[in-house]
């Protein structure tokens, strides 16, 4: 049956030793056991995220014939990879193993209506520790516009809210993180760049008072770590950049949204999915600098329209201060990136790609420290 198959791989993976695993997941997609596959070709997605536990994401497509019929196919294989021994920890935000349990335990199959994920056809052990995810290719738009953030917002929202009024149970699994952004600062701060001696001779009042700023956020970290554990808990994605949410037309052309890469799953407190969207959105460059205030306004309150669609009547202080604390945190990592490129143009005077990541950099941390006074003004009420 594999004999005459036209076969052109372009990512130099052994694919040719997968035909077996590649007819069952076109047997999946097409609900037939009858398929003879004609063709196909591997296609490096060009995988660039610096996720230590990726090895690659490839595109595997090509012709089938069902009872005579020639028809397309396309299948999407991430490849997981062991990485340094915290990430084989349950724990840890990256547990590397997490997206393959993810697709196995079968929990996305289970979620509220408001999102949809990937269908996963296989997940497959390697010899040599690698683990190849087969799933369901799905053809999407990116959000851009405020108005396709606020859409997203919303569904979150829903989402999140599925778990505040039992209408979903929290999944219990030990391999979903359940202190997401406590990993996340910890491994930041190991990994950003020691800035101090830079920062101690730079006189700038600006300089000094962002650093100050920073210092103080450390030394406040466990504390506001601690207090997001007490928000009403909710499962989260936690990894919402633009190119994990898809904007999916249905045969009566309304949008559904579709997430992709569920490595970061975790039970979170109620306002941190959108924190992580708000965020990693700014500082992917997603979000036009011009617009920060504007989509955090839409975000927020788009949000709260998924809470309230799910019946959700809580104090909404709780919401605010999940998101504009989990915001804040990212300076974490934000500000030892904003002196370190700080540091490079003084190399490189005329590196406009440096000069525009820290001129966004140095809006972002000013939106953390916003946020971060904002949080503590709540944190002060909440706990009247």
């Not at 724990?91 to 929990?107: C, D, K």
Request: glycine residues 4%.
């Amino acid at each position: 049956m594999c004999s005459n198959i036209t076969l052109e791989n372009n990512a130099g993976i052994p694919i040719e030793d997968k035909m077996d695993q590649i007819l069952t997941c076109i047997k999946a997609i097409y609900g037939s056991p009858d398929v003879e596959l004609v063709s196909v070709t591997c296609d490096d997605m060009g995988y660039k995220t610096p996720n230590f536990t990726t090895s690659g994401i490839f595109r595997l497509h090509g012709m089938v014939k069902i009872k005579s019929e020639l028809k397309q196919w396309c299948v999407i294989l991430k490849i997981i990879k062991p990485d340094t021994a915290e990430k084989d920890n349950p724990e840890h935000h990256n547990f590397w193993r997490r997206e393959a349990l993810v697709f196995e335990s079968g929990l996305l199959k289970e979620l509220p209506e408001s999102i949809c994920a990937a269908e996963s056809f296989l997940v497959e052990e390697q010899q040599d520790g690698e683990i190849w995810i087969w799933m369901e290719f799905v053809k999407g738009e990116y959000a851009n516009t405020v108005e396709q953030f606020a859409y997203i917002a919303r569904q979150i929202g829903r989402f999140n809210g599925s778990y505040l009024k039992t209408k979903q149970m929290l999944p219990n699994q030990e391999w979903i993180c359940r202190a997401w952004l406590k990993s996340w600062t910890t491994a930041s701060r190991m990994y950003a760049p020691n800035m101090e001696e830079y920062v101690s001779r730079i006189s700038t009042d600006h300089v000094q008072r962002t650093w100050a700023w920073y210092q103080e956020l450390l030394n406040n970290l466990d504390s506001a770590l601690n207090s997001l554990q007490r928000l009403p808990r909710v499962l989260a994605h936690q990894d919402l950049s633009q190119m994990n949410m898809l904007l999916v037309k249905n045969e009566a052309n309304k949008t559904r949204l579709v997430l992709i890469d569920w490595q970061f799953m975790s039970i979170s407190g109620i306002g941190e999915d959108l924190g992580k969207l708000y965020g990693v959105n700014m500082s992917l460059g997603i979000i036009p600098p011009d617009q920060y205030k504007w989509f955090q306004t839409s975000l927020y309150n788009a949000y709260l329209e998924g809470l309230r669609d799910m019946d959700w009547r809580g104090d909404v202080d709780l919401v605010r201060y999940g998101f504009c604390l989990s915001t804040a945190l990212r300076s974490v990592w934000e500000v030892p990136q904003y002196f370190s490129i700080m540091a490079q143009l003084e190399k490189e005077p005329t590196n406009d790609k440096l000069r525009e990541r820290l001129n966004r950099l140095h809006l972002i941390i000013a939106i953390h420290k916003k946020m971060a006074e904002e949080a503590n003004s709540l944190q002060l009420q909440l706990h009247k």
